[in-house]
């Protein structure tokens, strides 16, 4: 397909996706409400061509932030009965400092709001619009990390956790297998609506479904205490994508607070950020696999397994150059090759890999995305531009899915190898920005 296509196509994704009360779905049927990561990746695309909507985006998922700083994983803006587990499952209520505006999950997913803002400052003309924008929203970003760092950190690392798999966006990683292992939940009753939208080969499995609703109703059981979760959750963890993306939009808060001329929180922000990247280095990497991993802070251990999250500290600007080098070193002898599409979301060398579920192999478009200014941040061009052309020919050839199967033969006879969603919006909010690139 032809670039300007490519992004006509986009557009229409994106506004056929946004609903009249001023937010952008993920897709229709399987994703129907806002998703806190997936805004931030949609704003910016919208930042390309219809800035109040970038603006009405960021405003929507802010508005339903809770009075202790936090913001949710999925606000239910609206009722919907194609999605499984909805509000009356969550029950963010619970929460004595909930919104009272909008109900909501409770719990939360990657925090990229923060270099969200600075991304979209960098694509939009008037800059002083933007300025002045970012000057009303930017202290509840703020007040997003001092929650992390305040409620996140129960050793005050500089590291913050992940109670649920489906706060780390990557939902049923390999990586959770370890800690399924540690877990025996009870057989839930519930009628599944994932699987009424998508081939359900291609999403996580019944049992697997048991442990995403026994953690919650853990959390439930505690209100959704983050100092009890943190005692009590068979699942915490210290994930490298979440904390990368914590790390991102801490410097760009510095950045942009820098911009607007407020400098009363910079050097709360630089101390945070200083102990998170020298801890992360510390701590989330491997020597034996020279990668960054995940860390289980509840069995205290780090997993020892690669997957697209291992690279994701490039984006952040945490390893020195000679650790990037051992890095890409990783990313080219495991998920590299003239056989395969980048960047594989889990190691293809390893027995757990597979190329059609979800996060257990598929090629996802945001993990590009930040691979992509990543590995160009470090100088490594040539593989910066495969990245981005890689993602490029996946959507020409398949469609504006969710996810893509890394495995170049799918696509040679028919072009088959898009999954789950279709007009996924942070695919084709993604792709904008890179064709623009
Ligand atoms: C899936 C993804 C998650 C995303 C959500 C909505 O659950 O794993 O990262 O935010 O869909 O698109």
Request: with cysteine; aromatic share 14%.
């Amino acid at each position: 397909m032809e670039k300007n296509k490519i992004i006509e196509e986009a557009k229409e994704i994106l506004i056929k996706n946004f609903q009249k009360e001023g937010f952008t779905i993920p897709c229709e049927g399987l994703y129907p409400f806002q998703w806190k990561w997936d805004s931030g990746f949609i704003a910016l695309g919208y930042a390309y061509f219809d800035i109040p909507k970038a603006k009405k985006e960021i405003e929507t998922l802010l508005d339903a932030q809770w009075n202790n700083g936090f913001i949710p994983h999925i606000v239910f803006h609206t009722d919907s009965d194609t999605y499984f587990p909805g509000p009356d499952f969550h029950q963010s209520e619970l929460h004595p400092q909930s919104s009272k505006k909008w109900r909501s999950t409770g719990m939360t997913q990657p925090p990229i709001t923060g270099f969200i803002l600075e991304e979209i400052y960098r694509v939009v003309e008037d800059k002083a619009d933007m300025l002045s924008f970012i000057k009303k929203c930017i202290d509840k970003v703020y007040r997003n990390h001092q929650y992390f760092y305040e409620q996140r950190d129960p050793k005050n690392e500089g590291l913050v956790y992940i109670y649920h798999n489906w706060e780390s966006g990557t939902d049923n990683s390999p990586i959770w297998d370890d800690i399924w292992d540690t877990m025996n939940p009870p057989e839930y009753e519930f009628e599944r609506r994932d699987t009424t939208h998508v081939d359900a080969s291609q999403r996580p499995s019944k049992r697997e479904y048991d442990h995403y609703l026994h953690i919650i109703e853990i959390a439930k059981s505690h209100n959704y205490d983050d100092k009890e979760i943190a005692e009590k959750s068979p699942f915490l963890i210290q994930d490298p994508l979440f904390n990368a993306m914590l790390i991102k939009s801490n410097e760009s808060l510095i950045n942009l607070y820098g911009l607007i001329g407020d400098r009363s929180k910079i050097a709360q922000l630089k101390k945070w950020q200083e102990k998170s990247i020298q801890r992360y280095n510390e701590k989330l990497f491997s020597e034996k696999l020279n990668a960054y991993v995940h860390y289980d802070l509840r069995n205290d251990k780090q997993i020892a397994y690669v997957s697209s999250s291992s690279f994701s500290p490039l984006f952040a600007g945490i390893p020195d150059k000679k650790r990037a080098e051992i890095l890409v070193k990783t990313m080219q002898e495991r998920f590299g090759g003239d056989d395969k599409y980048l960047c594989a979301s889990f190691d293809p060398t390893n027995e757990r890999f597979n190329p059609k579920k979800y996060w257990r192999g598929p090629v996802w478009i945001n993990l590009n995305w930040m691979l992509y200014y990543g590995l160009k941040e470090y100088g490594y061009k040539e593989l910066s531009e495969q990245v981005k052309n890689d993602s490029i020919e996946l959507i020409s050839k398949a469609g504006f899915y969710e996810y893509f199967d890394s495995r170049k033969e799918i696509y040679v006879d028919k072009n088959k190898g898009g999954y789950g969603g279709n007009n996924f919006s942070w695919s084709a909010a993604l792709i904008i920005d890179l064709l623009h690139n």
